[in-house]
């Protein structure tokens, strides 16, 4: 073979090479424009785990986003989720136990079991969350009965960076899988509360930067065209991927996918402008008494549903507070509307009753909206 042909041939391939990757682009950009064009859900499997260099993850959750009302569901997948291997189901794995490289594996699964397209995956290790959040600058979380950190943190606002942030959050799973889930959940929700100021990161030079080491079949043009989205006012929901126990395996039956379709999946499709179902808890945070009864009666009045009052064992406020503690941004902020209270945390707990606990502060205590 003479010379020139080798050239020919060397650079035929490179031309096809730098076609086909970009055709690859253009198709996987599209795939995401035609969602948002057809405001459709856009999917997205998040898999965690703590160290690099391992290809299966401990951490599985989805991310659903809907471009057409900005609405963000969050459906977290217990690490046992029977994974089917094979067409007729008889090779089963967790998917806890699942090589990525069978990410088509569980797509189809997941698609069987409870109707979604997630052609999407992000794949996360715990420095990356370190690194993220270092470069997002850390945030406040609000602590009021987190347990199970080496550090002695206490009741109130306190600054997390990167590290004592991967820190919280793994510490959880000596506890339980569900708590972890919950706090994964506070701190995403307290970043999307904090958006506006987050807007200074919204460029494809910073997205780059924080990708530079995450694993994903996104494009950064399109975690750009996503990051948009989420960063449009709309509301955000979490629930855990329906379904229960069978022989060791997490397995979805029919009856667990009709309600998750209907209570969940419809309110993320769903732009709904009514009214929260507010559920509130009432703790007089002072050394003041009738604060907590004083407030109750006022927000009956004003229509809300106060469902329990009563004095906080926690230290004393000096201003009020409202916490959410199931993942209901509306209902935090309706609460908000009704009482002057500016100040939202969170701290998810599905255990409680209420959804939103107020706790009275000084700052209420000369306001005829108190206790």
């Not at 424009?33 to 299966?56: H, M, P």
């Not at 698609?111 to 997002?136: A, E, G, T, W």
């Not at 600054?159 to 793994?170: C, P, Q, R, S, V």
């Not at 499709?269 to 907590?292: C, E, Q, R, Y």
């Amino acid at each position: 073979m003479n010379k020139k042909i080798k050239i020919a041939i060397i650079a035929g391939t490179v031309i096809l090479l730098f076609l086909g990757i970009n055709t690859y682009r253009k198709g996987t950009r599209n795939v995401v424009d035609d969602i948002i064009s057809k405001n459709g859900l856009i999917n997205i499997l998040i898999a965690g785990r703590n160290v690099y260099n391992e290809n299966t993850f401990s951490f599985f959750a989805i991310a659903s986003i809907n471009p057409a009302n900005n609405n963000i569901g969050i459906t977290f997948i217990p690490p046992d989720y029977r994974i089917m291997m094979n067409d007729d189901g008889t090779k089963v794995k967790k998917i806890s136990e699942i090589d990525f490289y069978y990410f088509d594996k569980i797509k189809d699964t997941l698609k069987k079991d409870i109707q979604l397209n997630v052609p999407f995956y992000i794949k996360i290790y715990s420095p990356d969350v370190i690194r993220s959040v270092d470069l997002l600058e850390g945030m406040n979380l609000f602590l009021i009965d987190q347990i199970g950190l080496a550090e002695n943190l206490k009741f109130g606002l306190s600054y997390f960076d990167g590290e004592k942030t991967a820190k919280y959050i793994n510490s959880a799973e000596q506890n339980s899988i569900y708590m972890k889930y919950d706090r994964i959940l506070d701190i995403l929700l307290t970043l999307y509360m904090d958006r506006d100021k987050l807007k200074k990161f919204l460029n494809e030079e910073f997205i780059n930067e924080v990708f530079k080491n995450i694993k994903t079949n996104l494009m950064p043009q399109e975690i750009l065209s996503i990051a948009e989205i989420v960063f449009e006012k709309g509301n955000v929901d979490s629930t855990l991927l329906p379904g229960g126990f069978s022989n060791g395996l997490y397995v979805v039956d029919e009856i667990s996918y009709r309600t998750y379709q209907q209570e969940f999946l419809t309110k993320i499709v769903t732009d709904t402008d009514s009214d929260p179902n507010v559920k509130i808890k009432i703790l007089n945070g002072t050394n003041i008494p009738g604060l907590a009864r004083k407030m109750r009666n006022d927000l009956i009045r004003d229509g809300l549903n106060v469902i329990e009052f009563g004095t906080s064992n926690f230290p004393f406020m000096k201003d009020s507070i409202i916490i959410c503690r199931k993942c209901d941004i509306k209902a935090a902020n309706k609460t908000a509307e009704v009482t002057g209270i500016n100040k939202i945390y969170f701290v998810t707990d599905t255990t409680q009753l209420s959804n939103v606990l107020i706790i009275i502060g000084e700052d209420m205590a000369g306001d005829k909206k108190g206790n």
